[in-house]
């Protein structure tokens, strides 16, 4: 989907888009409460990141505002909802950038910050570094004042029988046909992603982005994906500010978020085209995904190759757009 909002005043131009997460989402597996609820919470992600860009917020402010709602709410598998890892813990990952100065900062493998976009920001604006992992990671955040929680506040019990589900199927594929996995299953048979993002352009004409994950069901080894990796599931410059969901070992190796930023910049490509072909990219290495991502004339892409990505977006007259499914 591509909109265009260049007709507003340059000083209204502000807007913001987020996203759940992209995955098996079909409108046959969905309740209307189920529906309502994701709903509720990505229009509440908005509205966080809308009021600070109304009063003159900056990109940065709006995307951390938006992702916290979500990282906040069960529903999104990040923060509070996260995946579990193959033994039984949650691992989050996050990142920002912020366009204007490339500056960015992002966290990996940590499981006692209450809110990860917080520890990616706090990493950007005070440690000197861009990024931070585990324990360390965690010493920083709570050296900054950053909440801190037991890890069994991130439980729900949706992502734990998640687990349950997968290491179930897991071992029956290891045992009825290892050749699955080859052919092109991976090492995660729960296909369901949920990870969250945002991109805001603000009224000052700055671009930022955020993304913030539990990472992929049944990780093991101290797995990092995409999300905490600058340029591959998240980058902001002067151009474009993109955040990405999938399988991240794919975004990884297509460096998928600065793709659609080079092919802007290198190949004169509008943002639909670059943002299409970046994930074209995905596909031709087998894996499956979707990202967000605005420009600096506030046009908006949120293409996907899967069934379906939870994805919002509001401009500053605010009018707010939900969808979910392909159509
Ligand atoms: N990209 C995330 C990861 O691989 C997963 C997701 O988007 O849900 O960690």
Redesign the pocket.
């Known amino acids: 989907m591509l909109m265009n909002v260049s007709a507003q005043n340059p000083s209204d131009k502000y807007v913001l888009v987020i996203h759940g ?3 098996t989402i079909l409108k046959t597996n969905m309740t209307p409460e189920r529906e309502a609820a994701y709903r509720t919470a990505l229009e509440q992600a908005l509205m966080a990141g809308y009021r600070a860009l109304k009063d003159g917020g900056s990109a940065i402010d709006a995307v951390e505002k938006a992702i916290c709602v979500m990282e906040d709410s069960p529903l999104f ?1 990040a923060g509070k909802g996260s995946v579990f890892t193959n033994d039984g813990r949650n691992e989050m ?1 996050a990142s920002v950038m912020n366009g204007a100065d490339k500056a960015a900062g992002a966290v990996a493998g940590i499981t006692v910050v209450k809110n990860p976009i917080r520890a990616a920001r706090a990493v950007m604006e005070k440690s000197g570094h861009v990024m931070l992992a585990g324990t360390g990671a965690e010493s920083f955040a709570r050296s900054v004042g950053l909440e801190i929680v037991s890890p069994e506040y991130f439980y729900t019990e949706d992502r734990w029988n998640g687990l349950q589900r997968v290491l179930r199927e897991d071992s029956l594929r290891t045992r009825l046909d290892h050749d699955e996995q080859k052919a092109g299953k991976g090492p995660f048979p729960d296909a369901k ?3 969250v993002g945002a991109v805001a352009l603000d009224s000052r004409g700055n671009l930022a982005a955020g ?1 913030s ?4 069901t049944n ?1 093991r080894f101290g ?5 905490p990796i600058i340029g591959a ?1 998240n980058y902001a410059d002067s151009t474009v500010a993109v955040s ?6 794919h ?1 990884i190796r297509n460096a998928v978020a600065f793709r659609v930023a080079a092919q802007m910049e290198f190949g004169g490509l509008s943002l639909k085209e670059a943002a299409e072909r970046a994930l074209a990219a995905v596909t031709a290495t087998g894996g499956d ?1 979707g990202l967000i991502a605005i420009d600096k004339s506030g046009n908006i892409a949120m293409p996907f190759t899967t069934a379906g990505m939870y994805r919002a977006c509001i401009t500053a007259d605010g009018r707010i757009s939900i969808q979910f499914y392909k159509d």
């Open positions: 997460g992209a995955g598998n990952d992603f949920g990870t993304t994950t539990g990472g992929m990780k797995r990092i994906g995409d999300s599931g990405c969901t999938g399988w991240g070992e975004f995904g």
